[in-house]
Nanobody
């Protein structure tokens, strides 16, 4: 199983970024995908998750109303649109895949992880 994140970078406060996660080799046809982030010295934090059908989403309190998760099943990709970025959003962002088909917000229910992409928000 391979998850590859892309789209990270440096952006000014108030700006936007779009992260993308490409998933391949998953051992079953249906799976949920989530985005997590980890800043230096902090625990990994839940950002967003989307179910297999793409009909249900869930967001962490820190990003509600600013971030949007979406998926393209035909392309096996899951995107995270991040708007109104703040310095507190600075972190390494990871996508992860879970064998559960519903939304998943527990880190232990994700079996596969990407290597992460850095997002830095600074003026």
């Amino acid at each position: 199983v391979q998850l590859v994140e892309s789209g990270g970078g440096l952006v000014q406060p108030g700006g936007s970024l779009r992260l993308s996660c490409a998933v391949s080799g998953f051992p079953q046809n249906a799976y949920a995908v989530g985005w997590w982030r980890q800043a230096p010295g902090k625990e990994r934090e839940f950002v967003a998750t989307i179910n297999w059908l793409g009909t249900d989403t869930e967001y962490g309190d820190a990003v509600k109303g600013r971030f949007t998760i979406s998926r393209d099943k035909a392309k096996n990709t899951v995107d995270l649109q991040m708007n109104s970025l703040k310095p507190d959003d600075t972190a390494t962002y990871y996508c992860a895949a879970s064998p559960y088909q519903s939304v998943v917000d527990l880190v232990g229910q994700y079996y596969y992880w990407g290597q992460g992409t850095q997002v830095s928000v600074s003026s």
